[in-house]
């Protein structure tokens, strides 16, 4: 039952991230955060490589598809930037926790699911963006920050006690 819910977290905050055009890693780990079921240490590792795994999905369907409706002018030294700065430092992370012996112990299941249900959610959030109008899109969005304030607040609040 614990498994299927990180998958449906991860499936549902990229299926959000990639219709409103945010990173589902800004959602996954402070949903989970707000459960508890883990160590900070766990999720935030979990996290980082569930959002390494879309990022390179993403990237590598991108690049295969050849579809961008991104000026070049302008999208290239954006994507260059969100490249180097995220997701390498998610990379970094990861490596210095792989070299440092550091990494969490954690269920290779639960890896697999939240990765899987990552890379689902982030492919089903493209298609429905695609048949969404903008005002939706934008309703979503601002729902979904507010959700996330919530959410944030209620961690702080339950880290603080």
Same mark, same amino acid.
């Given at each position: 039952?614990?498994?299927?819910?990180? &998958?449906?977290?991860?499936?549902?905050?990229?299926?959000?991230?990639?219709i409103?055009?945010?990173g589902?890693?800004?959602?996954?780990?402070? *949903?989970?955060?707000? &459960?508890?079921?883990?160590? *900070?240490?766990? =999720?935030?590792?979990?996290?980082?490589?569930?959002?390494?795994?879309?990022?390179?999905?993403?990237?590598?369907?991108? $690049?295969?598809s %050849?579809?961008?409706?991104?000026?070049? /002018?302008?999208?290239?030294?954006?994507?260059?930037?969100?490249? /180097?700065?995220?997701?390498?430092? !998610?990379?970094?992370?990861?490596?210095?926790?792989?070299?440092?012996?550091? @990494?969490?112990? &954690? !269920?290779?299941?639960?890896?697999l699911?939240? @990765?899987?249900?990552?890379?689902?959610?982030?492919?089903?959030? %493209?298609?429905?963006?695609?048949?969404m109008?903008? %005002?939706t *899109?934008? $309703?979503?969005? @601002?729902?979904?920050?507010?959700?996330?304030?919530l =959410?944030?607040?209620?961690?702080?609040i339950? &880290?603080? %006690?």
């Open positions: 039952m614990i498994c299927l819910m990180f &998958f449906a977290i991860c499936f549902l905050a990229s299926a959000a991230g990639a409103c055009g945010i589902g890693g800004v959602i996954i780990k402070p *949903v989970l955060d707000a &459960f508890g079921i883990l160590d *900070v240490n766990v =999720i935030s590792f979990l996290s980082g490589c569930t959002v390494l795994s879309m990022t390179t999905y993403s990237v590598v369907k991108s $690049r295969m %050849r579809e961008s409706h991104v000026e070049t /002018a302008v999208g290239i030294p954006l994507a260059l930037g969100a490249a /180097a700065g995220g997701l390498f430092s !998610q990379l970094a992370s990861l490596a210095s926790s792989i070299v440092t012996g550091s @990494v969490p112990k &954690f !269920q290779t299941g639960v890896l699911l939240m @990765v899987s249900g990552g890379i689902a959610g982030g492919i089903c959030g %493209r298609a429905c963006n695609k048949r109008e903008e %005002r *899109v934008n $309703r979503l969005f @601002v729902g979904l920050m507010i959700l996330m304030i =959410i944030n607040l209620y961690n702080m339950q &880290f603080m %006690r």
